[in-house]
């Protein structure tokens, strides 16, 4: 009788352990407290416009909501998609899915540049095994694209068709890359390190200093997907 009653006490701590685990594009009470904001509500693209401000809508051929997830289909022509609001201080994080050889990405200080046109500092999202732009290590999931390589010792990806987590932290001059919850790159924008990763990069004839701006819009790279996103949230610091 003991062991019984020990055994129906776990369950109904399981049952509520998992009851409190926030449903796909909600946020729970901790977050919520945390002052969280859902970029993303799992029904439509209200909230994301393209480069011009445009507001964007869930369309098929372009950005569709399939099974509660944002996603760009193979061969869609769904554009960039932005943020209508500019971050500086903040944390964002994002679950995705990719197919087999995917390249894109998510970009944040996003702006216009007086030499260079639109610009973002890109948190790169790839198939490291079968992407095609997979030669470098500053190309590689969770680089600052072109940049900074991460540190591939620390990654614990999971295989196209799978779900990610990746969490970007801005604040100050200071940056972090996490993947599955583990921290994959930091750095100090305007560093050595940094200024550098920029000089030797595509992006080195960017005026103002690539990356170096206050703040900016976070964009959905249409890089030909095919790409899913969900629980996309975001707070500032």
Request: glycine share 10%.
């Amino acid at each position: 009788m003991r062991k019984l009653f020990l055994t129906l006490i776990l369950s109904a701590v399981i049952t509520t352990a998992f009851s409190q685990k926030a449903k796909d594009n909600t946020l729970t009470k901790k977050e919520i407290s945390q002052h969280w904001k859902l970029l993303f509500d799992g029904t439509t693209a209200t909230g994301w416009t393209s480069a011009n401000g445009t507001p964007t809508t869930a369309a098929p051929g372009a950005w569709e909501v399939v099974d509660g997830a944002l996603t760009l289909k193979k061969g869609a022509n769904g554009g960039d998609i932005y943020t209508a609001d500019e971050y500086g201080d903040f944390e964002f994080t994002v679950d995705f899915n990719i197919e087999p050889a995917t390249n894109t990405g998510i970009k944040y200080f996003c702006y216009k540049y007086d030499k260079g046109g639109n610009l973002g500092c890109e948190f790169q999202i790839i198939d490291d095994v079968l992407g095609e732009d997979n030669k470098q290590p500053n190309h590689l999931l969770g680089s600052l694209y072109d940049v900074l390589p991460p540190v591939e010792a620390k990654k614990k990806v999971n295989p196209p068709g799978q779900w990610n987590t990746i969490r970007i932290v801005a604040k100050g001059k200071h940056v972090e890359h996490w993947v599955n919850g583990i921290k994959v790159l930091e750095f100090e924008r305007g560093s050595k390190e940094y200024l550098d990763g920029v000089a030797g990069s595509k992006f080195n004839k960017a005026e103002p200093v690539f990356g170096m701006v206050n703040k900016g819009r976070i964009q959905l790279q249409d890089h030909h997907g095919p790409v899913a996103f969900k629980n996309i949230k975001m707070r500032v610091l």
